[in-house]
């Protein structure tokens, strides 16, 4: 009967965490499983407004490298305007891409714990235009905002590519 006692009390501690898996977040530094703050995009975010032309949105492919780990999505239509790619290990990025307006936005999401200066990304979206469109960050230096979540006091650890050249 004890025993049941404090599986209730470890389920139940588990339960008002912060995040799906019920991570607690601990004050200051992140440091093994921290909860991520909603809204929070923790990683490297492009956003921007692409000139789409003629070209074919489910023919726009994007690749991205993370520390010379890389993976590469092509977009597929979700709705009438709406694309959209995701890739899921070795790295984990979702792209959306309204072809409507060209706004496109790309996230590699990374857990907050496993984010450093120094990080080095490379995006590429090939498919529009004649020639594909390229952004790097070669040194990351992220941007930590603090949240207002109340289940959470951990940090959005971020930093956003350059517009594309």
């Known amino acids: 009967m004890t025993s049941l006692r404090v599986a209730a009390f470890v389920l139940s501690g588990l339960a008002t965490g912060c995040g799906s898996a019920g991570a607690i977040s601990v004050p200051g530094n992140p440091v093994g499983v921290t909860c991520i703050p909603t809204g929070c995009q923790s990683g490297a975010v492009y ?11 489910g023919s726009v492919t994007v690749a991205v490298c ?3 780990v890389c993976a590469k999505t092509q977009l597929s239509q979700q709705s009438t305007s ?3 790619g995701s890739i899921l ?6 792209t959306t891409l309204d072809s409507a307006s060209g706004a496109i936005h790309v ?6 714990e496993l984010l450093t200066d120094g990080d080095r990304y490379e995006l590429t979206i090939d498919g529009i235009g004649s020639s594909a469109l390229r952004s790097s960050i070669p040194f990351a230096r992220y941007s930590r905002t603090q949240r207002s979540d109340p289940n959470c006091s951990a940090s959005c650890i971020s930093v956003l590519f350059p517009s594309a050249i």
């Open 47 to 57: 956003d921007a407004v692409l000139s789409l032309g003629a070209s074919n949105p």
């Open 66 to 68: 993370r520390n010379e």
């Open 82 to 84: 709406s694309y959209s």
């Open 89 to 94: 290990g070795p790295l984990t990025v979702s």
């Open 107 to 112: 996230h590699i999401a990374v857990s907050p």
